[in-house]
């Protein structure tokens, strides 16, 4: 009789026990993650935020392909970079630059400064240039900017005339939903 009664409580125990899930966030407050996975038919590089999932980027070039890259090989390889950067850097910077001939999507640190780390290569041949593809990547619109006009790294009575202008994005504030852009430029 009681080894009966023990197999009674034992299940009914496992049973309230399975049935109880923790709420146990994917990421910590403040923090946040990229993965890759397929989204609507899509490969996407996904943003795991504490409000969410969040698609970052969709993978639909096959500029990839012209090298041996599938859209799933960029698409986690580039989460992966992200991931890694966003683990490893405070500040957290997209831009864009060159990388020997390419045109490049990159990271940085702080808006203003130079490329750190390669997010992906553009196609030279493509019809978008580095700062229109970065504004269509994020669909960027005018509520994303944070200064407008420009902010200039030296003072210069004559804006635009000799100067290189970026775009930057604060992939944080990006994906807390706030103003995130800026266009940066400095003396050549």
């Known amino acids: 009789m009681n080894s009966r009664i023990f197999f009674i ?3 009914a125990i496992v049973g309230i026990a399975s049935t109880i899930t923790p709420s146990i966030p994917a990421v910590a407050d403040g923090e946040y993650r990229f ?3 397929l989204s609507g038919g899509e490969w996407t590089t996904i943003a795991q935020t504490p409000r969410g999932d969040r698609s970052f980027i969709r993978w639909t070039s096959n500029f990839g392909g012209k090298v041996g890259y599938s ?4 698409c ?3 989460s992966n970079r992200l991931d890694l950067y966003a683990q490893t850097q405070k500040s957290f910077y997209l831009t864009y630059g060159r990388q020997a001939r390419y045109p490049i999507i990159c990271l940085t640190d702080f808006e203003g400064r130079e490329c750190k780390g390669l997010v992906y290569t553009l196609d ?3 019809i978008r240039t580095p700062e229109q593809t970065l504004k269509d990547l994020l669909e960027l619109s005018a509520n994303d900017f944070v200064a407008s006009p420009p902010v200039f790294a030296y003072l ?6 000799g100067k290189d202008c970026r775009l930057y994005i604060n992939v944080r504030l990006r ?3 706030k103003p995130s852009a800026k266009s940066v430029c400095r003396s050549r």
Do not use: M, S, Y
């Open 76 to 78: 986690r390889e580039v």
């Open 35 to 37: 993965v890759c996975r």
């Open 156 to 161: 210069d009575p004559k804006p635009f005339f």
């Open 124 to 126: 030279p041949q493509g």
């Open 175 to 177: 994906l807390q939903g």
């Open 9 to 11: 409580l034992t299940v």
């Open 71 to 74: 859209r799933e090989q960029r």
